[in-house]
DNA sequence: TATGAATGAGTGTTCATTCAT
DNA sequence: GATGAATGAACACTCATTCAT
């Protein structure tokens, strides 16, 4: 119903049906649930053509996530323009994402839940493009910290942790702005931006907040 | 192999006994991975008994769900002193968070992989456990504008993106707390304090970071 | 719901109690969809108490059938006044099992339908039963024979094919009668009356139906 | 163990020989009973196959049903030659159906015992066959009495009620003449035949046999 | 290049039946 | 006399995967 059934196709032109496919069902039905029949059908190719191609379920899958990871990153990546101050990056990087996963929502799925979801041939795939993600946003961080003439004491954990939530932060906002009707790429980027680099900026003021005198706590 | 066989042991306590061997199966191999065979076994019952008292797969996993999200949530509630300044309840409720997911890993795989994952039974049941904590924060959050003095002309929806991007972020970093050695849950919520509470104390003193102007953006 | 939850009741009554519960459910639900913890909830006892009294699923069943046939025969029995015609003694025999099959609905469809439908321990219970029907309407033709003053050169074989239509039809009748508003006993059994004594009337006075000659027929 | 294990039958092959185990199957075990393993092994393929082809076991229990039904009905249509006297009719087609039920008693099982033992989607579907057969015997009954020159009075709802007696009785020596050795298709035939045709015969000569007076009877 | 035909292994679920009290 | 707790064995159904063409 939505690939035409056109025979002897270029290899390298059906495989990419067959991902297209792929990514809808893993997306909408989710790993385990999704059927090899139910793809090959909306590929509209017959199942052992898509083992022939693309040899498991797995190995699917795997190429799934590496072909969705790719495209998102090389979005981020074409987004940011070089050279610039490192807040402006990071906003246009941000953009970039919430505009890509809005697009493309069955790819994020399978990137942010399915992947992660199912285990460890997939998780450490989608680990792999996330941390790509990560060391960008931590390379900001530093960057900000040296436009703004401060050296970083930061200690390097307490930057990654940081990048985490920044990270982290993010895929929870696309989400909430895929599923919250009104609210544009555009916005959520601008309430990711004004929660973090308003805190960042602090604390490259030296005014970090800091936690209560651990004595009088209970333990934990 | 884990729970020693006992024999006519009072339906509550097999109940309970099958709800931790589901949460672990289930945390660990997925919702669509687990057996009830597994499940059954892990628990030492058969699996007819597992049936009489949880009726069905879709039944067990909301019922994990269910124990689990009332546990988290009560944790967070338990750990916050009510009455104190609103950033200290933040940090008490997040350093609560933090340990209770690290306390129990499989527990929290259920809540925040596995329930989201699988479809609308179970992601309705999660996402109201969601929602309470996301409300609670945006109380928190609006309570500190007040005692900032601060009419909070914030809108609302723009702290509802902040309470979900500070969710979002400590879910982020209860994932890498607990695959980072090394990192408690005590750090994890400092750092998060850190990326959060300044950077909303900037917005109290009404300097919120600004996008820079739309027209010289390419669309997005 | 059915049957009041009083405890302590003498063997003979709870036995009757399960006796009631088995024949309805085995009647609407058929014997092998019907099962033991339906029967026992309907009884308002324990299952373990349906095994001590009735001892498994097929002694269960049995009982009914044995029950519900000797309910029948000893309807008919009862409905039949001896001494009097034959014809008039058939008439108030089909009347008496008209009557009581549409009294008794779940006791018919576990004799008629169940029993015979699910092999051998059952379908011989039901078959004595019914061999003693058809026996006691073989006895009423050839009486009729006799009182007509006829010595009746009928074979032996003719007659009991005689007696097997004449008790299939007022099964058949009694199935057709029950699902078809309007219909009572008595238009029934009268139905079947006109259908057969006619018949069986024209027998005896010497003019039977023949079959064509055989020799210009396909073999069968 | 029956069928040849011959590999890569085409489509349609492979489904009459799966009706073929399933039918016998049913027959034998009833449906309940009957397992899709045991039928699947019978037919020589494998379970999967079988659910491939014929959806599920309620499918292929219906499928059954209608390839029986049709088989029957088409047997008494093609032994009944049209033109000829209503009697030469009523007798072909008696002959039909006792040579056909005779031939085939796994189907004839089926239909007469399984399919209507087993609740709504099956009953429905027999019932539908049957429906035919009565309407078609009913068509004789009227034929015959205009063939006697006689402006049938009987009432409608006494004429179906007659073609419903006549065909349970028919149903009833199916399973008799198949039980009793040295019962030919033509001896049951012959003796149906004489056991109604003369009763209708009376019946149109003006002198059906009427049930004595109400007022003396017992109620019922 | 492409597929119709076929299956081994496993799933969730149910049921008649029994033990310990 | 009566029951809550428990299970072995089976069943309908599905799926990823492969062979023969």
């Known amino acids: 119903m939505d690939a035409v059934k056109t025979k002897r196709m270029p290899r390298a032109v059906r495989e990419q049906q067959m991902l297209d496919a792929a990514v809808r069902t893993f997306g ?53 323009i070089p050279g610039r101050p490192a807040d402006r990056q990071l906003w246009e990087g941000l953009r970039a994402f919430f505009t890509h996963t809005s697009r493309h929502p069955d790819g994020w799925a399978v990137l942010h839940l399915q992947a992660r ?23 900001l961080i530093l960057a900000a910290a040296r436009e703004a003439h401060r050296d970083p004491d930061l200690p390097e954990r307490e930057v990654a942790g940081l990048a985490e939530a ?32 308003a805190g960042l900026g602090n604390m490259m003021d030296g005014r970090p907040w800091s936690p209560p005198d651990a004595a009088h706590e209970v333990s934990g």
């Open 28 to 80: 909408q039905r989710g790993y385990m649930a999704a059927s090899m029949d139910e793809i090959a059908e909306l590929a509209g190719v017959s199942k052992p053509l898509v083992y022939l191609y693309l040899n498991s379920k797995e190995d699917l899958f795997t190429a799934c996530i590496r072909r969705e990871a790719a495209a998102l990153t090389e979005a981020v990546r074409a987004g940011v």
């Open 117 to 139: 979801t199912h285990g460890e041939p997939f998780a450490a795939e989608v680990a792999a493009m996330r941390a790509e993600i990560v060391a960008f946003v931590t390379e």
């Open 166 to 197: 920044l990270v982290g932060a993010a895929e929870s906002l696309a989400a909430w702005a895929n599923a919250t009707p009104g609210v544009t790429a555009r916005q959520a980027a601008a309430t990711l931006m004004n929660f973090a680099w």
